[in-house]
Nanobody, 124 residues
Framework: QGQLVESGGGSVQPGGSLRLSCAAS????????MGWFRQAPGKEREGVAS????????YYADSVKGRFTISRDAAKRTVYLQMNSLKPEDTAMYYC?????????????????WGQGTRVTVSS
């Protein structure tokens, strides 16, 4: 099974921006969607953004709509999450995942390959 490796996390002040990257290597079978998830301390992992590979349709959690953008560079086998206007409540470990979704945000139980995560801290 292939692997996903995230990068780009870090610390930023409120209102700042970060771009996360998720690079795929090897073969990943049976997927039609890539997604970004996040998990804050003491909270469940939640879907943030998803992109369906076949048609490029994207979905976002209400909490990030208008601020985050998911995109893909097929040649580089990389998915990005551009995060603008960051808020303290965006602080979390961010994970990239690949899976087979059926419309809407990719759910955690639909993801079958996960990256190791990259930490994002938004604080003044």
């Amino acid at each position: 099974q292939g692997q996903l490796v995230e990068s780009g996390g870090g610390s930023v002040q409120p209102g700042g921006s970060l771009r996360l990257s998720c690079a795929a290597s090897g073969l990943i079978y049976g997927i039609n969607s890539m997604g970004w998830f996040r998990q804050a301390p003491g909270k469940e992992r939640e879907g943030v953004a998803s992109l369906y590979i076949g048609n490029g349709v994207t979905y976002y959690a209400d909490s990030v709509k208008g601020r985050f953008t998911i995109s893909r560079d097929a040649a580089k086998r990389t998915v990005y999450l551009q995060m603008n206007s960051l808020k303290p409540e965006d602080t979390a470990m961010y994970y990239c995942a690949a899976g087979r979704g059926y419309g809407g945000l990719l759910r955690t139980d639909e993801a079958n390959v996960w990256g190791q995560g990259t930490r994002v801290t938004v604080s003044s």
